[in-house]
C-alpha cells in the first residue's frame, strides 16, 4: 500500500469532531467550575470569616484535593473526555498530571517509582513557569526601574 493511499484511508476512518460543539462545552464547563469555585469561597468569606486572599487559597487547595481525589478514583480521565478542556484548567490540570503520574508508577516503589517519576508530566511546566517569571521579572525591572 502506497502512503498516499494510507493517507486516505486513515482520513475515511478517523473520526471527525464538531469544534464548534467541543469549544462551547469546554466554556460552559470551565465556566461552571469557576462558578463552583467562586461559590465555595464566598462561603469561606461569609460562612467562616475568611478573608478574600485567604478563601481564594483555600479554594485553591480544595480544587487539588477534588482533582487529585478524582484522578485517583478514575474518574478524571473519563470526565476530561467527556468535557474537553473545561475540566483541564491550570490548578486542577496540574493536580491531575502529578496524581496520575504517581499512580502510574506506584508499583516501582517509593524511590524508583514516585520519587523518580513524580514530576514526569508536570516537570515542563514547572521548567518553563519558572524560567518565563524569571525573564518577565527582569522585562519587569527594565520597563518599571
Given at each position: 500500500?502506497?502512503?498516499?493511499?494510507?493517507?486516505?484511508?486513515?482520513?475515511?476512518?478517523?473520526?471527525?469532531?464538531?469544534k464548534w460543539k467541543n469549544?462551547?462545552?469546554?466554556?460552559?464547563?470551565?465556566?461552571?467550575?469557576?462558578?463552583?469555585?467562586?461559590?465555595?469561597?464566598?462561603i469561606l468569606q461569609n460562612?467562616?470569616?475568611?478573608?478574600?486572599?485567604?478563601?481564594?487559597?483555600?479554594?485553591?487547595?480544595?480544587?487539588?484535593?477534588?482533582?487529585?481525589?478524582?484522578?485517583?478514583?478514575?474518574?478524571?480521565d473519563n470526565w476530561v473526555?467527556?468535557?474537553?478542556?473545561?475540566?483541564?484548567?491550570?490548578?486542577?490540570?496540574?493536580?491531575?498530571?502529578?496524581?496520575?503520574?504517581?499512580?502510574?508508577?506506584?508499583?516501582?516503589?517509593?524511590?524508583?517509582?514516585?520519587?523518580?517519576?513524580?514530576?514526569?508530566?508536570?516537570?515542563?511546566?514547572?521548567?518553563?513557569?519558572?524560567?518565563?517569571?524569571?525573564?518577565?521579572?527582569?522585562?519587569?525591572?527594565?520597563?518599571?526601574?
Amino acid at each position: 500500500m502506497k502512503k498516499e493511499e494510507y493517507q486516505k484511508l486513515v482520513s475515511e476512518y478517523t473520526p471527525k469532531e464538531n469544534k464548534w460543539k467541543n469549544a462551547a462545552l469546554s466554556f460552559f464547563v470551565g465556566g461552571l467550575v469557576g462558578f463552583i469555585a467562586e461559590l465555595i469561597a464566598l462561603i469561606l468569606q461569609n460562612s467562616f470569616g475568611l478573608e478574600v486572599t485567604e478563601s481564594y487559597s483555600w479554594v485553591c487547595v480544595i480544587m487539588i484535593f477534588f482533582a487529585s481525589f478524582c484522578t485517583a478514583l478514575g474518574f478524571f480521565d473519563n470526565w476530561v473526555s467527556k468535557c474537553k478542556a473545561g475540566l483541564f484548567l491550570p490548578t486542577t490540570g496540574f493536580a491531575h498530571s502529578v496524581t496520575s503520574t504517581a499512580l502510574d508508577y506506584r508499583k516501582d516503589g517509593f524511590i524508583t517509582g514516585l520519587g523518580s517519576s513524580f514530576f514526569k508530566l508536570a516537570g515542563s511546566v514547572i521548567l518553563y513557569g519558572i524560567i518565563s517569571a524569571f525573564f518577565l521579572s527582569i522585562l519587569g525591572v527594565i520597563i518599571y526601574g
